[in-house]
């Protein structure tokens, strides 16, 4: 993928300008916080890396931490939270776009009683869906180990309703997971740390993750969940960690990089079918990650995007070698930068990309999104 200057020219007026609006008005709602409309569904459930951390790994004994200025700089109470954005991430975006509110933290001892009524969060940053993924950052939430502590979630909630109001309210809840980006980054694409390259090419790794990924979406639907929305992987080689590996040329991503990833997300989408064809009364969706962030990348200008290749927030090349350091400050104009440090998104992108998951057509989220799954 490359930020092809002609494609940019070609866009017509029409859709630049609709794209300014819905980012003018997805501003607006960053910095009012408002919940939209009434609550539509009873809860959200969260299960990812650090795209989705709200503070789990606050708890943990890891290097991989963003509790610390400048993360947080645009969230609302303005304090680092633990989550790896200037702001809000993608999943408490749709949350706010279903009327929930911000979801508590698995890890967090506070998480208990009533608070886990609208959800809970169990995403740690560096987990992956192998359970060695991100084992150099120290402790962290794998999948598997968030799948048993949503089981523990469920023990406290069969104390607060009966078995038939809590399976109705299990059947209407949306789980949200956002897996795979470690098992590239801080995995597969790690020779010197981890040996999965040497041991499978990149499709029979991605069958791999797939296979493994599957186990555990059916343990949750096996528990009762019944909306569960798995997003893609985006394009890892545009983020400006993998630019700043030298294996790019200046201005492009390291194309290798989105290539292999590419046997993931079609297997994604295909397993979505399957499930949805073999779980009647059950609806899985596919985000489509890469194609919106691609959309993003090859057509920046249209979504007020100045800057694609650089971090806002980070040390090195593109400002992307190492993540966002304590006190470091970040860049002044973070609406027009598509990443806030070498792995992550800013609170702008991160807005667009919940947008299209909750509202854009099923070439970004498939076969429904996330609205009208709200609604079933
Ligand atoms: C479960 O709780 C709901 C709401 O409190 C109530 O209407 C229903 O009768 C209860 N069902 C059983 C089987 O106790
Ligand atoms: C769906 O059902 C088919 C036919 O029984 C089976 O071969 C396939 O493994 C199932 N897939 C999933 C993801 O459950
Ligand atoms: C921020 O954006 C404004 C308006 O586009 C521009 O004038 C200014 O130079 C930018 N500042 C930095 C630090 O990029």
């Known amino acids: 993928m490359k930020e092809d200057v002609q494609k940019m020219v070609t866009i017509s007026n029409q859709k630049q300008k609709l794209w300014l609006a819905i980012t003018m008005i997805m501003l607006i709602f960053l910095q009012y916080g408002a919940v939209v409309g009434s609550q539509r569904v009873p809860a959200m459930f969260v299960f990812g890396d650090s795209l989705v951390d709200v503070g789990n790994n606050n708890f943990l004994s890891s290097l991989a931490k963003s509790n610390y200025y400048p993360y947080g700089c ?46 809970v969060n169990y ?11 991100g084992q150099h950052y120290g402790e962290r939430y794998s999948l598997s180990q968030q799948v048993l502590n949503f089981e523990a979630t469920l023990n406290q909630l069969r104390t607060l309703m009966n078995g038939t109001t809590l399976s109705q309210y299990l059947a209407k809840s949306i789980a949200i997971l956002v ?26 790794f991605a069958n791999l993750l797939l296979n493994r990924y599957t186990r555990q979406i059916l343990a949750l639907h096996s528990v009762g969940l019944r909306k569960l929305v798995l997003a893609g992987v985006g394009p890892l ?29 079609e297997g994604l989408k295909s397993l979505v079918d399957q499930l949805n064809t073999n779980h009647t009364g059950t609806i899985f969706v596919y985000g489509n990650t890469y194609g919106c962030f691609g959309d993003i990348l090859n057509n920046p200008a249209s979504y007020g995007f100045s800057v694609v290749d650089r971090a806002c927030c980070g040390i090195g090349q593109n400002q992307g070698q190492i993540t966002c350091m304590p006190m470091q400050v970040p860049c002044q104009n973070r609406s027009q930068y598509v990443f806030w440090d070498a792995f992550h998104p800013t609170e702008v992108a991160s807005a667009i ?24």
């Open 123 to 133: 995403a740690s940053a560096a987990a992956g869906i192998l359970d060695e993924t």
């Open 74 to 119: 645009d969230f609302r109470t303005g304090t680092p939270s633990g989550r790896f954005s200037n702001g809000e991430t993608f999943a408490d975006m749709i949350g706010r776009l279903l009327g929930i509110p911000y979801l508590p933290a698995f890890a967090d001892p506070n998480t208990v009683g009533t608070r886990i009524l609208h959800g």
């Open 353 to 376: 990309i919940a947008w299209r998951a909750f509202s854009g057509p099923p070439s970004d989220s498939y076969p429904v999104n996330v609205q009208q799954m709200s609604r079933i």
């Open 179 to 204: 897996f795979g980006s470690n098992d590239y980054i801080n995995n597969y694409l790690m020779p010197s740390m981890y040996s999965s390259s040497y041991n499978y090419n990149p499709s029979d």
């Open 237 to 265: 080689g545009c983020i400006p960690n993998q630019r700043a590996t030298g294996q790019a040329q200046p201005g492009r991503c390291v194309d290798y990089v989105n290539q292999i990833l590419g046997t993931f997300n």
